[in-house]
């Protein structure tokens, strides 16, 4: 039996493969992309306006158009999309294949500044033109690089519609694969001149193999302001902070709550939804939809926004789980009106009143139609609100439904809730004062927060707070001391008052990370880091972190102040996958030289602003030769460089480029490259894509030839080999952190949302994502 399930796991192995490995439509011959029991659900709930069904449905059959996103907040955006527009896309505009014009990359009307672009070519068509094929590598090289992410076009709208500032602590709940944790990251980083914003990213998901892509996808930006954890949204733990000397709640200011959900809008891109889709579904998928929602809401500040999206197109995944959670609230969320904040965009607003059809084509309108049978499937909370006035007051007509036929899309529901207030459970159990606390427990020797059922909502029952014998929620826990909890287990029932059961302990699972280690201020480490590198008196030591207790450190990463102060509070409550970006590596033969650590490029835009030695300032052929050179001699940069170079002793080095304004023709950002000043020769410590990504910018092509044995260039030069000869310091390091994925090809059919193939676990454990 065994072998043969083993045989049966193999064979749907390959035939995964074989579709992932294939242009549309191959591996797929056998799937009809025809289901009428879904024509027949989304006719008779009236989504799609009269007339546009046939529309509709042709569009669900066509395949998705490849989408790509710039990354904004890097300075280099505005260079990448000027390499874009002048160098591949006016190519191809005037590009025949067979006889076909092919139809050239076209902006999204309604995402800012230009940044994202879709286009129709195929992986098939791409292959049959030498130009296609350089734009093909361009874009996977500047993917793998960080510059360009390859997402869904209507993945991109939730993390727009929350508007977020560089000060917003944000949590993304079921982050995986981490295209829209990437646009938040950004947003961010809005400002390239300040290397720690206020504001962080938690970004969560229930799956611990999934965290690991997560890890992958942010680690791309470099960011020492993001933190991914494991935990089941649903009861996500309330996480404390250290405000002005005592332990305070955290509380979000943007949240993004982008549940799991049926998926029926994907089914342009994921085939097997058209034979797999069932009203079922949504039914089974309702409960844990709600339940995300209202913990997302429990943590969320008052006055913060947070985006509900699934890629599904059913009300009841959709408009009854907001209905559901504005019922809960009493007031204290509201539908915003985001009309306005995506011109361009087209979408249906959300609907007032749908149906729910059972797998087997029985319909109810209402809750009292549904037998008693039925009632462990079906649930009051997937109608819609019967009082015409309480719906009236919800406003879900401020829902947004994006239909695949308006824009070329996939299907995508959003709506972004506002908190005007505490949340009612949260109101009906105030915060715990210590004065309070030993006066009542002194009488009752119960909780203080006990009331009798009658005075208590009704909410699912993960949620905290959701009854007299649950978890005080979000700002009525955070303030009872450990001894009254303690009293609280002891003695849960003493005069006949119900007290609280034990708390339980929070099971981890997955790969058992290595810890996270803060550095003192007075760590031996420092020494010759500070003398060396001169650091700034300003500089964060506190915020440096590595990921032993034993031995030497191997690594030093770094996190922002905010974030430092979440992980010190609640090491013991959640589970860090990853965090921090790294700045210096270990480097043996650097000891000899005055310091055992070298910088590392990760984190060089973080650090560099507190370095006031060992920077060289270049120019832009001195780039082009630390670039394409592999090892060389001081003589070969130009007289500035070199004088600078020569007053250096041996050791690790900043390569600092300036841009000058007055010259238009160079690049028009900053660059700065982690470097090494030998004896007579100087070299870049820079990984492969990020070469290649610099070149272009400066205007040397690079490419691969069609063997795919190597990298070329073509600028009238010489031709320099494809990589540095010192790979145990430069590729060794994306080797640890799960990144050395550079000759993966680019699915431009956006098999999954962002295409990146998941980093293996071990590899991934001992760094700590940027």
Known sequence: MGKRSRQRQKNQTAGRDSRDNAGWGAGYADIVKENKLFEHYYKEQGLVPEGEFEQFMEAMREPLPATIRITGYKSHAKEILHCLKEKYFKDIQELEIDGQKIEAPQALSWYPDDQAWHTNMSRKIIRKSPLLEKFHQFLVSETESGNISRQEAVSMIPPLLLKIEPHHKILDMCAAPGSKTAQLIEMLHADMDVPFPEGFVIANDVDNKRCYLLVHQA???????IMVVNHDASCIP??????????DVLFYDRILCDVPCSGDGTMRKNIDVWKKWTTSNSLHLHGLQLRIAVRGVEQLAVGGRMVYSTCSLNPIEDEAVIAALLEKSEGALELADSSADLPGLKW????????????????????SEVPSSRHTQIRPTMFP??????????????CMRILPHHQNTGGFFVAVLVKKAPMPWNKRYPKLRKDVLSSSAAQTGGSPGASTPADTPHLPESVEGGGPGGKVSGEAEEEAPKGASLAQEATPKQDGVCGPPPLKKMKLFGYKEDPFVFLTEDDPVFTTIQSFYDLSRDFPKLNVLTRTHEGKKRHLYMVSKELRNVLLNNSERMKVINTGVKVWSRNSDGEEFGCAFRLAQEGIYTLQPYIRSRIIR???????????????????????????AKKLGMGSIVLKYIPNPNNSAEPQCPIQLCGWRGKTSIRAFVPRNERFHYLRMLGVEVFRDKQGQGQKRRDGEKEGKEEVED???????????GAAENDRELDLENGNENGSSEPKADSVNQGTSS
């Open 219 to 225: 680690k791309r930006l470099n960011s020492p302001c």
């Open 238 to 247: 309330t996480l404390h902070i250290n405000s002005d000397g005592k332990k």
């Open 348 to 367: 249906m607003p959300g609907v007032t009143s749908w149906k729910l059809m059972t797998k087997d084509g029985q319909w109810f309108s209402d809750w």
């Open 385 to 398: 609100p019967k009082e015409p006035e309480k719906l009236a007051n919800m406003h879900l007509e401020r």
């Open 618 to 644: 270049v120019s832009v052929e001195d780039i082009k030769v630390l670039l394409t050179q592999e090892n060389p001699f001081l003589s070969k940069l130009e007289e500035d460089a070199h004088a600078q």
């Open 727 to 737: 790979e145990d310091e430069v590729e060794k390091v994306a080797e640890e952190e």
